[in-house]
C-alpha cells in the first residue's frame, strides 16, 4: 500500500508556463514533506521542502503548496525551462526527518 | 566538497550470490541512508544508520542488511540475491537527524541480478 503516491508517472509542459506536480499522501503522521528532482544517471537532488506548520513554501521559481486536510501537496515551476527536466519525487516523513517514504515519481518534460 | 559517493557504479551478479555495496557520506555527516529503487517504483526506504547505530530499517527482509565505521562510511549487504533485487541502490547522507536534515544522495549503485 503506497503511502505517498504521484499519479501522474509524466507531464509534458511548454517552457515559460507553470510546471504543476502532485503528490497525495495517506498517512496523517506526515509532518516534513521534500521534493527531490533526479536527473538520469545522478542521485536525487534536495529541491525544496515544507512543514506541516506551513501551508506554502517558496524559493524562487520553486513554491510547494500543502493542504492537511486533503493530504495533498503540490510543486509549482514558474516559469519553467528546460533544464528543469528531470524526474521529481515527493518524500514524506512523520516525526520531522527520519524514515522518509518516497512516491514514485513524476517525469517532467520541459519542450522549448 | 566530495559529495557522497557509492562504489561500484554497476553490479552483476547470479541469484543466490552474496553483494557488498558501498557509501562514503559528506564529511561532517553522520547520518546515512540506503534506499532500493527497482524499476517502475518510487525510493523504498531500506536503512538508516547514525553514529555508527542502525536506528530504523524498511520493510526488507533480514537478508539485508548492513553496517555503519566509525569514519561513517556505510556498507550494504544483501545475501542470497534473488532476481527482484536487480535495482538501483542509492545511499544518502545527513548532518544529524534535526528538521532540516537535507538528504544528500550518491549516484548510486545499479545491480542486476540475473
Known amino acids: 500500500d503506497q503511502q505517498v503516491k504521484q499519479n501522474s508517472p509524466s507531464l509534458s509542459v511548454q517552457e515559460g508556463r507553470i510546471s504543476i506536480l502532485n503528490c497525495d499522501y495517506t498517512n496523517s503522521m506526515f509532518d516534513y514533506f521534500l521534493w527531490y528532482k533526479k536527473y538520469p544517471a545522478e542521485g536525487p537532488t534536495f529541491l525544496i521542502s515544507?512543514?506541516?506548520?506551513?501551508d506554502k513554501n517558496e524559493d524562487g521559481r520553486f513554491t510547494v503548496f500543502l493542504n492537511k486536510s486533503a493530504k495533498h501537496l503540490s510543486l509549482h515551476i514558474v516559469p519553467s525551462q528546460p533544464g528543469d527536466s528531470a524526474v521529481y519525487f515527493c518524500?514524506?516523513?512523520?516525526?520531522?526527518?527520519?524514515?522518509?517514504?518516497f512516491g514514485p515519481g513524476t517525469r517532467l518534460s520541459v519542450l522549448p | 566538497e566530495a559529495g557522497v559517493t557509492q562504489s561500484p557504479t554497476h553490479l552483476i551478479k547470479t541469484r543466490g550470490q552474496q553483494v557488498t555495496l558501498r557509501c562514503s557520506p559528506i564529511s561532517g555527516h553522520t547520518s546515512v541512508y540506503w534506499y532500493q529503487q527497482a524499476l517502475g517504483l518510487g525510493l523504498q526506504f531500506l536503512l538508516w544508520y547514525d553514529e555508527g547505530e542502525e536506528r530504523n530499517r524498511g520493510n526488507f527482509p533480514p537478508r539485508f542488511s548492513g553496517r555503519q565505521f566509525p569514519n561513517y562510511s556505510s556498507e550494504l549487504n544483501v545475501n542470497a540475491l534473488e532476481l527482484e533485487d536487480s535495482a538501483l541502490y542509492l545511499c544518502a547522507s545527513s548532518f544529524g537527524t534535526g528538521l532540516s536534515n537535507e538528504q544528500f544522495f550518491g549516484p548510486g549503485t545499479r545491480l542486476t541480478v540475473l
Open positions: 515544507i512543514s506541516s506548520i506551513k
Open positions: 518524500a514524506a516523513s512523520a516525526h520531522y526527518g527520519q524514515n522518509f517514504v
